[in-house]
């Protein structure tokens, strides 16, 4: 029997979801919003074979924080999948950063997903062929982090100067990272560098 935690804050979905898992052979399903992680991974309570989320569900890129803040300290962790589409880059990042290892296709066929749950409970990843591009992309990031913050406030509209302040840089630093950044990203320039970087799901 493998057992899924299935996370997410719309009620409607989740019991779709849960119904849809829960018709699969050798799946039980425990559905619950966002708080119901913390025991199961902090200790106090007993540890699902799988977590699933969707990404377009509204809560769920503060989840994927929460799983691995919660999961590392305590040796707790177990296989996260999301379910997404390969237009939310930005999604599938954070995914790859919190170490989930099932990216399910949210428009694939739904006949075999009691057995890509089965495959991440023993043991194994899955990615949907559909997601394998967008995933590669948000893989493979050239910038460091300090160029992906520099770039990411000047996004949001912030001036070297602002970006200097809120990092707590000098303005000549700020200026060096987001040269990195061009160069890094193959852009021509600062608003093409955050084009590449939105569009690669990095920002």
């Known amino acids: 029997m493998t057992t899924v935690l299935l996370v997410h804050t719309v009620p409607l979905w989740r ?24 025991p199961a991974l902090a200790g106090s309570g007993p540890v699902p074979d799988v977590i699933l989320t969707d990404l377009d569900c509204p809560d769920s890129l503060d989840l994927l924080k929460e799983v691995r803040s919660l999961a590392e300290p305590h040796g707790r962790g177990c296989p996260l999948a999301v379910l997404t589409r390969s237009d939310r880059p930005r999604g599938l990042r954070r995914a790859y950063e919190a170490g989930a290892r099932g990216y399910i296709d949210k428009y694939r066929p739904v006949d075999d997903l009691a057995e890509v749950m ?23 990031m050239p910038l460091s982090p300090r160029e992906l913050s520099v770039l990411s406030l000047a996004e949001g509209g912030e001036t070297v100067t602002g970006i200097a302040g809120r990092l707590h840089l000098t303005q000549g630093t700020v200026r060096n990272y987001l040269a990195a950044a061009i160069r890094k990203s193959g852009a021509r320039n600062r608003v093409d560098a955050i084009r590449r970087a939105k569009e690669a799901g990095w920002i």
Not at 17 to 35: F, K, M, P, W
């Open 15 to 38: 019991a779709s979801l849960a119904s849809l898992l829960g018709a699969g052979q050798g799946i039980e399903v425990t559905t619950a919003d966002r708080e119901a992680i913390r």
């Open 118 to 140: 089965h495959k991440l409970a023993d043991g194994g990843r899955h990615i949907d062929e559909s997601l394998a591009f967008s995933l590669l992309q948000v893989a493979d």
